[in-house]
């Protein structure tokens, strides 16, 4: 997750630009820069590393200016280098971006004819090119970025700044989230109300699709048709000790959002996105290609996501897998063969069961594994390996980012797996690869359906009782969805493989039971209809969850059918949970329960 920050001020900008970034840190980077304008000319200060290194670079070599964008980033594409950080700039523009600008090849392609070259290995230079070449052809700043827009295709956030404009930046937004701040006689940008927080508490939130043209005076922002809009100016309460809401009423909501940012965070880590190839970058202590089981074990949310990655180890990389409740695994004692690898997920890295069921399998002569989002954890330090998720803090005591960021992450390792047992070849890694790659624009499209799974979970929220049904890696995701009803609306929900449904759930339904059904088109669907069928004749109201093919071969029955974005059936799990998320948040606002913090549950159990 990059940070980004932006002023336009009435001194220099580069020091309060730094203080910026430091509250970003928390996000994750592996290098840093800002760029400011000199007597209108572009200069810029980078450094790898820390934020430490990039401050002691400005000490030796200042940077006046009154006008100043800055980055933190975590390195997608190209190394971690000083020459691939940001900003990136031209002569006349300079550019900070987080996400991912998925056609950058199809770009640099177009531009090279015309004598455009990169000098960097990122996605990014394409966006200043592009942008730079509108300019050489007679646009002002607003008609070469708005261009520029039409192009990309992805999830990202955008900040120019441009030779010869020191009263104007230019942000943009299509998935990863942008605050800009309103001050006196000042404008400011970030990525959130953390970076902003020295410097204003009126803060104004970029939609989806929003881009926004700031100056001293104030801020005109567009939609994705150009068409002017307005945003409500907020209040904000962020400071140094706290993660804010933003433009959200709950933390869930705020981190639902965050989904196609923070998937992209933790692709970065696994994925090289020129080369379209996973590439660890953690010493394993074994090698994929000589294991005979993988033993998964986890709790809560983080045992579904292992219980999805069973159905991609099994099925990609041909590797045998159990999965296990950590509470049942460590008192069932399994016997364990010598030399296999036991992966735990969870989110804090504290969870009590978790870690007890790991010392038991490191006492087993297992290779021992771990999936965490915090890597100063007791289960992070205890593992042999330990694989980051990367998502930021997640407040809401539901799990929604730290689920997508874990699938995202495992994932990433059923691909590595699979290479190394020859299970997929080359051309059919590249095609996984790709699929991740382009996830976080389908879940930033999914989003687009939260005005039709509100009025939903209006209806949902007067149900006693609700049913979800899911075949195949599907299976998981209706259990998720049931578990998160649970969790934070009170209403009882279970989950079941479709295929069980006349061995006793069948029973339950009537005309008052609502039957979630998690259906994306896939060889499994045809089936799940059948199931859907039986449903239908007994009065049960039917959620369909599922793509547009799916969606046109729904028969009657069905009461409401919410249509996702179509995408290879191996990533279509992670982007299922998203309306499942959506529809739980919805329901429990509606019932007028405590999202954020429900009753009973606690973020981390760290005991039995």
């Known amino acids: 997750m990059c940070g980004i920050v932006g002023i336009i001020g009435v001194e220099p900008v580069a020091p309060r630009l730094v203080d910026a970034l430091r509250r970003l840190e928390y996000r994750g980077y592996d290098s840093a820069g800002v760029a400011t304008l000199e007597d209108d000319r572009i200069s810029r200060r980078r450094a790898e590393g820390k934020l430490g290194n990039l401050a002691q670079k400005l000490a030796f070599e200042p940077l006046a200016g009154n006008i100043g964008i800055g980055h933190t980033r975590w390195a997608t594409h190209g190394a971690p280098t000083e020459g691939n950080a940001h900003p990136h700039a031209t002569e006349r523009v300079a550019v900070v971006h987080n996400g991912i600008i998925e056609n950058f090849r199809e770009l640099l392609a177009d531009l090279a004819k015309d004598g455009y070259l990169p000098k960097t290995q990122t996605d990014t230079e394409s966006v200043a090119l592009w942008v730079t070449r509108e300019l050489d052809r007679g646009s002002d700043p607003e008609f070469a970025v708005s261009s520029t827009l039409k192009h990309l295709r992805g999830a990202f956030a955008l900040a120019l700044m441009f030779k010869g404009h020191d009263r104007l930046l230019i942000a943009a937004r299509k998935g990863a989230p942008l605050a800009i701040g309103y001050g006196t006689a000042e404008m400011y940008l970030g990525s959130d109300a953390m970076a902003l927080a020295p410097f204003t508490s009126r803060l104004a939130y970029l939609e989806d699709g929003d881009w926004a043209v700031i100056t001293p005076e104030g801020v005109t922002i567009r939609d994705g048709q150009d068409g002017i809009v307005q945003r409500e100016l907020m209040i904000s309460n962020a400071s140094a000790l706290m993660v804010d809401k933003g433009n959200h009423r709950h933390f869930m909501a705020k981190e639902i959002y965050e989904q196609p940012e923070t998937i992209s965070h933790t692709l ?62 460590r008192y069932r004692e399994p016997p364990l063969e010598s030399g296999g690898l036991a992966l735990f997920i969870s989110q804090s890295g504290e969870t009590a069961d978790t870690l007890a069921a790991l010392r038991y399998c490191a006492g087993q002569g297992q290779h021992v594994a771990s999936l965490i989002n915090v890597p100063e954890s007791t289960i992070a330090r205890e593992s042999q390996v330990a694989f980051p998720t990367l998502c930021g803090p997640e407040i809401g005591v539901a799990s929604t980012k730290a689920l997508t960021a874990q699938l995202t992450a495992l994932a990433s390792l059923v691909v590595a797996a699979a290479r190394a047992r020859n299970t997929i070849d080359e051309a059919q890694e590249r095609e996984l690869v790709r699929a991740l790659v382009e996830l976080p624009r389908a879940v930033s499209a999914a989003l687009g359906a939260e005005a039709q799974i509100e009025r939903i979970a209006k209806r949902l929220s007067k149900a006693k009782d609700v049913l979800y049904l899911g075949r195949g890696a599907m299976f998981p995701i209706a259990m998720e969805g049931a578990l998160k009803l649970k969790e934070i609306s009170y209403i009882h929900a279970e989950g079941y493989a479709a295929g069980e449904l006349k061995h006793g759930p069948i029973a339950l339904v009537d005309e008052t039971m609502p039957v979630i059904v998690v259906a994306p088109s896939d060889p499994l669907l045809e089936k799940t209809l059948s199931n859907m069928q039986e449903v239908a004749a007994r009065g049960g109201k039917i959620i369909l969850i599922t793509d547009e093919e799916g969606a046109a071969k729904v028969g009657a029955g069905v009461a409401e059918t919410i249509v996702l974005p179509t995408v290879p059936s191996f990533v279509a799990p992670i982007l299922a949970t998203i309306p499942v998320q959506l529809l739980a948040y919805h329901t429990a606002v509606f019932m007028g329960t405590d999202v954020d913090q429900p009753r009973n549950l606690a973020k981390s159990v760290t005991v039995e």
Not at 274 to 280: D, H, R, S
Not at 285 to 290: E, G, Q, S
Not at 299 to 325: M, N, Q
């Open 268 to 329: 970065s880590h696994y994925v090289d996105m020129g080369a379209e190839t996973v590439a660890l970058r953690e010493a394993l202590p074994f090698d994929f290609a000589d294991l005979r089981r993988l033993t998964i074990s986890a709790c809560g949310t983080a045992y579904l996501a292992g219980s999805v990655a069973k159905y991609w180890f099994e099925r990609y990389a041909r590797l045998p897998v159990d999965v296990d409740v950590a509470s049942e695994f």
